[in-house]
């Protein structure tokens, strides 16, 4: 064990470190924030698959269909397998807290890492009503930030929902 514990000690330095090297700058990340926001502004619409996952099933649940940004904090999913289903989640009227931004400073820590062709942008909530419905959004883009191609909502129960935007 005492052999062990040096070796430990320098994979956990030199695994933070190679992370280090990945994260963009504040500078960097405030460019990737600013252009992901522009390229999510509304009207938006596109095919996506979702699979959510919980420790409770047995299996994944997936669907898919397609989901639509009409106007800012309104979405619209129209869910086509494995049945017919419409969803909308309206910023203004729901009784969860949804931020009318979702690259907003004041409700999230983002960290923002250069994944070679894409870039993850990991957004924790820093209000408590926020972190009681997620621990973390995982924000994967295609490209340099032109589209968002994957998010991936932690649940606080240890479940996911990833959702993969086409």
Known sequence: MKRLLPFLLLL????????????LSQAESRALCARLEAALQPPQ???????????LLEQDQKSSG?????????????????FAKESVLDAAQSRFPVP???????????????EGKNFLLVLTPLRRDLSRVVCSLELRTAGYADRLQKIRLNSPDGG???????
């Open 100 to 114: 009318q931004r979702l690259l907003d400073e004041k409700l999230f820590r983002i960290e923002c890492f250069d």
């Open 12 to 23: 956990f330095a030199v695994s933070r470190t190679a992370l280090a090297l990945d994260a």
């Open 66 to 82: 397609t989901l639509e940004i009409p106007s800012a904090g309104v979405i619209r999913l129209s869910q086509t397998e494995p």
């Open 45 to 55: 619409s596109g095919a996506y698959r979702m699979v959510r996952h919980s420790d």
């Open 160 to 166: 996911y929902t990833l959702l993969e935007l086409r």
